[in-house]
């Protein structure tokens, strides 16, 4: 999917179609190769993107280990957010699981287009009204599922996760141990 077709499904406002091409404009490509760090805690996040291709984690780590916090995949928008708009050093690392593809934007042409476009001001307002529902669901998935059930949902919601991202990431993601994550995988077989 195209950054403008992905745009013009979340705005889901033909009126506003006419705003899309500035937006479009103002996105640059990046490429990163695999394993290569997106935001590393400590920095300012340079860019809030959309992915066209691959796969970024959003990690911290905690006594030398990696805790996957978020899983973000091609046609989806993504930044170390509160790095980003305010320009903090981030809490958080972002690194690539494969090669990327991106289409990124400066703080500056953000803040312009936030400021002045129409339609990226209601995609940006769907967009975080949309992060909101998903982390809700999550948070009270983690509280109300078993691990079990918990991987039963990925594998009927997200199937191409478990094709695409390795075994520990995923199983830090959906909070289960690598041991018990290989057992619920032979289970569910």
């Known amino acids: 999917m195209s950054l403008k077709i992905y745009l013009k499904e979340i705005i889901n406002d033909e009126s506003l179609d006419i705003h899309i091409n500035e937006i479009v404009d103002a996105f ?5 190769s695999k ?19 691959g796969i970024l984690q959003h990690y911290i780590t905690i006594d030398g280990e990696e805790k996957t916090t978020y899983l973000a995949l091609k046609n989806t928008c993504t930044s170390a957010l509160k790095s980003f708009l305010h320009q903090k050093p981030s809490r958080k690392n972002i690194k690539t699981l ?14 312009q287009l936030l400021k002045n476009n129409k339609a990226f ?22 509280l109300t599922l078993s691990p079990e059930d918990r991987y039963q949902k990925l594998l009927a919601n997200d199937p191409e996760l478990l094709k695409n991202i390795p075994l520990h990431y995923l199983a830090s993601f959906l909070g289960i141990s690598k041991r018990h994550m290989s057992r619920i995988r032979k289970k569910v077989k």
Do not use: H, M, P, W
């Open 98 to 111: 494969s090669e990327v593809k991106l289409q990124v934007l400066s703080i500056q042409q953000f803040n």
């Open 35 to 53: 394993n290569e760090l997106f935001v590393k805690e400590g920095a300012i996040c340079d860019y809030f993107c959309f992915i066209e291709s």
């Open 121 to 142: 001001f209601l995609f940006y307002y769907k967009l975080i009204e949309n992060q909101i529902f998903l982390i809700d669901d999550y948070r009270i998935n983690l």
């Open 28 to 32: 640059e490509e990046k490429t990163l």
